[in-house]
């Protein structure tokens, strides 16, 4: 059973920095971090929705880690969960599946920063699973109105083993011209997503 901790949009104050030798994740433009939820509709939004086709909660926890080092997340093996990112939640919801016993785990980040992403998945159980990211755009004035762009990429039904983790880099940018894109880690392979805009 995965428990991820929906705690309330928090402020916190301090960044864990971790090395991650293994991608390059401090890429990042200068981009101000938001105070408040109001600052989702103006700096953007990132919202990543994993499941299984388990009834309960996922057989899998997610670990998010932006471009300045902050995770967000639950490792289900060491019990272990993290909230550093400003303004963003996780949790597991049960209740819009339309009666289905599945659930699915969101991670839902207020005006995440320009960068790479590293989205790390833990295996509770040989499983398959699924990702879906949906990215905004901060907002711009087009003519008298403030426009942002939608972007969405998934990764589905990706194989994983028990007790097991993969690595899915997505990089999100706040700049409407572009589309969250998603490239799952396996050994020395790479399988990249491409996004679609709406």
């Known amino acids: 059973m995965v428990i991820i901790p929906r705690p309330e949009l928090s402020h916190a104050n301090f960044v864990h920095v971790s090395r991650l030798a293994d991608a390059r994740i401090h890429d990042f433009m200068d981009d101000v971090d938001p105070d408040d939820t109001e600052d989702c509709f103006s700096l953007g ?18 670990v998010l880690t932006d471009p300045r080092g902050r995770r967000i997340g639950f490792d289900p093996l060491t019990k272990r969960a993290w909230d550093a990112l400003p303004v963003a939640q996780g949790y597991v919801n049960c209740d819009d599946l339309g009666g289905a016993d ?13 960068g790479t992403y590293r989205l790390e998945v833990i295996a509770q159980q040989t499983t398959a699973y699924n990702v879906s990211v949906l990215a905004r755009s901060r907002e711009v004035l087009d003519g008298n109105r403030l426009q942002s762009q939608f972007s969405k990429t998934d990764l589905n039904n990706l194989a994983i083993r028990k007790r097991s983790r993969e690595i899915v880099l997505l990089h999100y940018s706040r700049d409407p011209q572009e589309n969250v894109t998603a490239q799952l880690q396996q050994g020395h392979e790479s399988l990249t997503r491409l996004s679609s805009s709406d």
Request: aromatic letters at 4%; glycine letters at 12%.
């Open 45 to 62: 939004e990132l919202d990543i929705d994993f499941r299984t086709d388990n009834n309960g909660p996922p057989n899998i926890g997610v």
């Open 102 to 114: 599945t659930c699915r785990g969101i991670l839902q980040v207020c005006g995440p920063v320009t």
